[in-house]
């Protein structure tokens, strides 16, 4: 049986949904499960993730495993955010993004 999804998630802004994008994009070009295939695309200020499954687990794993990443790319955002005057947030962002990224290539973050 095929399980397909799409989800569409609206950013406030568009420096938010490119910086996500970009951590996310080496998952989604990179994948190493079989069962599920993953295609995100960038709608206007929203994030298009389009899974298609071998089945529904499969679809709850991929889909589970990027909200999380997107979540936890938000959060961080946010943190840095508070802590770092404006001059410094663009330049923090992207190296904590890259890593992040790398963390998530690297199996460090798991999804369930």
């Known amino acids: 049986m095929k399980a397909k ?3 569409r ?6 420096e938010q949904l490119d ?24 709608e206007d200020q929203s994030l298009v993730l389009s899974v298609e499954a071998g089945d529904t687990i499969a679809l709850r794993a991929s889909l589970n495993a990027y909200l999380r990443w997107t979540s936890a790319i938000l959060d961080v955002l946010d943190v840095l ?16 993004i890259n890593g992040l990224a790398n963390r998530c290539a690297d199996g460090w973050i798991k999804s369930e």
């Open 19 to 42: 910086m996500v994008l970009n951590a996310i994009k080496p998952e989604a070009e990179n994948q190493t499960s079989r069962r599920a295939q993953t295609i995100l695309n960038k």
């Open 81 to 96: 955010k508070m802590q770092y005057p404006e001059k410094q947030i663009r330049r923090s962002k992207k190296m904590l």
């Open 9 to 14: 998630l609206r950013f406030a802004a568009q």
């Open 5 to 7: 999804a799409t989800v």
